[in-house]
């Protein structure tokens, strides 16, 4: 009899704890609903030399396809939503929202980094160092280089993503190896300040002074054609003078052909 009563009582020991545990959790869960959003703290990555995103555009976004999240539980913010919508925007890379205990929902943003922009008529766009093509942002410019003209890229209006056409990718990759050369080089960044497509889909390279322009045709080989370039300068203007050329052709190795 007194082993029965003993495990009576453990079971209704444990019976207690386990309703104690509960309740306590049903509590905490209803104290933690209670928590509401305060404050959203949008932080942008990269924003000094880089504008592309705001965190204004970035709330406007948030209310049109979310809605307002101040004064909801934090418990029922949904992150996942919140970072689709935010990474669906085309100057975004990467975002990352997350809850703090003071009931604020902070979101950051690794926007993307465009190293040249395109002008193909009244249609722009801008593409990264992965090749990665997308619009200009409204209001906000990025301070690259500008290829203009007759571009070999069929983007259209609002496009955004990777380019599937196998020509295109590798004339796009060669155009943003090409860029980079030129930025990464001091003296040639001073130098050049526009870059044309003809209607022949050549490259036409037009430097800060004087009256020459320099037909590159594709964006290939070009660390031969800047070299020819410079032999250009050091070699033929201190001879022929600034105003004698307007056009230094050199698509062909070892040549330099001036008109």
């Known amino acids: ?36 959003c305060r404050k959203v703290v949008i932080t942008i990555k990269d924003s000094t ?12 976004d948030l209310l049109r396809e979310y809605g307002n999240v101040i004064g909801t539980p934090v ?24 809850t703090t205990k003071d009931s604020t929902l902070n979101i950051e943003i690794s926007q993307r980094r465009p190293v040249v922009r395109f002008q193909k008529g009244n249609v722009g766009f801008y593409a ?30 609002g496009q955004k993503g990777k380019l599937t056409d196998p020509d295109e990718i590798e004339w796009l990759n060669k155009t943003i190896r090409m860029v980079n050369f030129i930025e990464a080089d001091k003296e040639w960044k001073r130098i050049i300040v526009q870059i044309h497509v003809n209607e022949d889909e050549d490259i036409i390279l037009i430097p800060r002074e004087g009256q020459e322009k320099f037909l590159i045709g594709k964006p290939d080989e070009i660390e031969g054609k800047f070299e020819r370039i410079e032999r250009y ?27």
Do not use: W
């Open 233 to 259: 300068y050091k070699a033929i203007v201190p001879h022929a003078g600034r105003q004698t050329y307007t056009s230094v052709d050199l698509r062909y190795r070892n040549q330099i052909i001036c008109k």
């Open 128 to 157: 990264d160092e992965n090749g990665y093509i997308f619009p200009l942002q409204p209001a906000f410019a990025s301070h690259v280089q500008i290829v203009d003209g007759n571009i070999p890229i069929n983007f259209q209006k």
């Open 1 to 36: 009899m007194n082993r029965i009563l003993k495990y009576t009582l453990l079971g209704l020991c444990g019976a207690l704890i386990a309703a104690c545990i509960i309740c306590a959790f049903i509590a905490g869960r209803k104290d933690r609903e209670q928590i509401l």
């Open 75 to 98: 418990d029922d913010i949904d992150l996942g939503r919140i970072e689709e919508i935010i990474d669906n925007r085309n100057a975004v890379l990467k975002s990352q929202a997350y």
């Open 49 to 60: 030399d880089n504008r592309l995103v705001s965190s204004r555009q970035i709330r406007a």
